[in-house]
Antibody, heavy 120, light 110 residues
Framework: EVQLVESGGGLVQPGGSLRLSCAASGFTFNTYVMNWVRQAPGKGLEWVSSISESGDRTYYAVSVKGRFTISRDSSKNTLFLQMNSLRAEDTAVYYC?????????????WGQGILVSVSS | QSVLTQPPSVSAATGQKVTISCSGSSSNIGVNHVSWYQQLPGTAPKLLIYDNDERPSGIPDRFSGSKSGTSATLGITGLQTGDEADYYCATWDSRLSGGVFGGGTKLTVL
């Protein structure tokens, strides 16, 4: 059974940094594209970033490009999202999601989500 | 403002059928597959439809998907109260080189 478990969320001040982790199990981690998707309070889903199976290709939403960095450690079956220069509008539940086949959607497995709050 | 356009809400009676539309453009739906997600209150999204019209194992055939040109549609038949949720369409946008979601549609079962 595929399991994705996010951690590392919390409250951070504007301009601060946070690193999210997603521990993956139940599938061969280094053969799937992985992604981050977020959902601001009361709002819809927003794709944030994707990373290729080997980690050599990364993609970012315009809203986070230059501030967020996606990475993966296949030896630990873990996906990361380094978030710098955080803004109030980055406040959201962040989901780790596994791509079914190719880059981006469809996302066939999701974590439970982790809340990131950016506020002074 | 989402790249993909969905109606904010739809409603129908128990046992009836409902459709949810998703409109895009030539750089996203026009050239890439569409997937649909169900998000029950307080839970993570769940994949309902992938590759426009395919259902993952475990998804009942009451749920169906279709695509034509730059639009896609999710259909749900035999509506149940447990189907009340938010539904999202998604695809890859080849011009943006990124994933895109619709704004979501809230389904109310009367």
């Amino acid at each position: 059974e595929v399991q994705l478990v996010e951690s590392g969320g919390g409250l951070v001040q504007p301009g601060g940094s946070l690193r999210l982790s997603c521990a993956a199990s139940g599938f061969t981690f280094n053969t799937y594209v992985m992604n981050w998707v977020r959902q601001a309070p009361g709002k819809g889903l927003e794709w944030v970033s994707s990373i290729s199976e080997s980690g050599d290709r990364t993609y970012y939403a315009v809203s986070v490009k230059g501030r967020f960095t996606i990475s993966r450690d296949s030896s630990k079956n873990t996906l990361f999202l380094q978030m710098n220069s955080l803004r109030a509008e980055d406040t959201a539940v962040y989901y780790c999601a596994k791509s079914r086949v190719f880059t981006g959607p469809p996302f066939d497995s999701w974590g439970q989500g982790i809340l990131v709050s950016v506020s002074s | 403002q989402s790249v993909l356009t969905q109606p904010p809400s739809v409603s129908a009676a128990t046992g009836q059928k409902v459709t949810i539309s998703c409109s895009g453009s030539s750089s996203n739906i026009g050239v890439n597959h569409v997937s649909w997600y169900q998000q029950l209150p307080g839970t993570a999204p769940k994949l309902l439809i992938y590759d426009n019209d395919e259902r993952p194992s475990g998804i009942p055939d009451r749920f169906s998907g279709s695509k034509s040109g730059t639009s896609a549609t999710l259909g749900i038949t035999g509506l149940q109260t447990g189907d009340e949720a938010d539904y999202y369409c998604a695809t890859w946008d080849s011009r943006l080189s990124g994933g895109v979601f619709g704004g979501g549609t809230k389904l109310t079962v009367l």
